[in-house]
Each structure stands twice: as structure tokens, then as C-alpha cells.
């Protein structure tokens, strides 16, 4: 694709935002609604050892795991990227786990401890693959910080020291 942005950037990046906001703020899961035959996910390989497949439905299960654990959940958006066909989305999650984790994996009990994790979702969108003529997305990656997540829980052990900073050229 050019450098020349599409016309909807700030549409997109708006709907971005208006999305998170209704996950995390409004627990508003209907918003993961989609058909899954015009969508490839690439998510974090945990999801499916979760018992959460790459659909809505799976998603969604997901994303009910995460809210009914960190009931004051939040996500913010750090930066968001779009280049017309394709987003990038960096967030922060905040939250409070004050009740139990369950998956088919594992359970994890309270801990109300405050955790603080990141990630980063890529996103490719095609013209009109919902069957209008918006932008849809079909196909998004994601990566985020499992393994800080559960060393803040508890789960992991808090490495006994912190790798030295090289600076480039040392």
C-alpha cells in the first residue's frame, strides 16, 4: 500500500477506541460479534490451550475470563497506528484480581493484587467483507506480556535478579 492514507483514518482509529472502551468499561461483548468465515486470528498461542479457539465465540470466552477475574479491569490505548488497510493497536491493561481466574487449564484464587500488563494487536482490514462497505478487519495478531501478568500474580516466581542494560555499541 502507499504512504497516502485512505479517507476513515480518524473513523478507524475512533471505532478502535469506542470498542476497547465497551470491553473493559462496559463489559460489551457483543462487539466481538463477526463472521468468523472472512476472519483469520493469529492470537497468543494461550488462548487455544484455553479452551478459547481464534473465533468470536472463543474470544469471547476469553475476554470473560479476564472480566470476571479484574472486575475493575481497564485498558488503555498507548498508541494506535493506522495505515489505511492495516492497524496497530500498543495497550496497557490495569486491574485488580479479586476473584477467581478459571479456565480448563487452571484456577487461580484471588490474590488482590494490582497488575499492570502490556501487548500489541496488528490488524489487516479489507473493503467491504462484512457485506457493507466499510472497512472489516480480516486477519489480527496479537502479543502480550503472559509471563509478567503471572509473575505478578504469583504464578511465576519473581526472577531472583534483572538482566544488565548493554547499551548499543558495548
Avoid at 478507524?12 to 476497547?20: F, H, M, S, T, V
Avoid at 465497551?22 to 492470537?43: M, P
Avoid at 491493561?93 to 494487536?121: K, M, Y
Wanted: with cysteine; aromatic share 10%; glycine share 8%.
Amino acid at each position: 500500500m502507499s504512504s497516502e492514507k485512505r479517507p476513515g483514518r480518524k473513523e478507524r482509529i475512533e471505532e478502535l477506541q469506542r470498542i476497547k472502551d465497551g470491553w473493559y468499561r462496559e463489559k460489551d461483548l457483543t462487539l466481538l460479534d463477526r463472521d468468523d468465515s472472512r476472519w483469520v486470528s493469529h492470537s497468543h498461542p494461550l488462548y487455544v490451550e484455553l479452551g478459547c479457539p481464534p473465533t468470536s465465540a472463543g474470544r469471547k470466552k476469553f475476554m470473560m475470563m479476564f472480566l470476571d477475574a479484574f472486575p475493575d479491569i481497564h485498558q488503555a490505548i498507548d498508541d494506535i497506528i493506522d495505515d489505511g488497510d492495516k492497524s496497530i493497536v500498543r495497550w496497557t491493561i490495569t486491574g485488580t484480581h479479586t476473584e477467581t481466574f478459571r479456565s480448563p487449564l487452571f484456577t487461580v484464587p484471588a490474590t488482590n493484587r494490582r497488575v499492570t500488563f502490556t501487548g500489541i494487536n496488528f490488524s489487516r482490514y479489507e473493503k467491504g467483507k462484512s457485506g457493507g462497505e466499510a472497512d472489516s478487519p480480516v486477519e489480527r495478531w496479537e502479543q502480550w506480556d503472559v509471563f509478567g501478568l503471572m509473575t505478578q500474580l504469583g504464578i511465576v516466581p519473581q526472577p531472583p535478579y534483572r538482566s544488565p542494560v548493554v547499551e548499543p555499541g558495548a
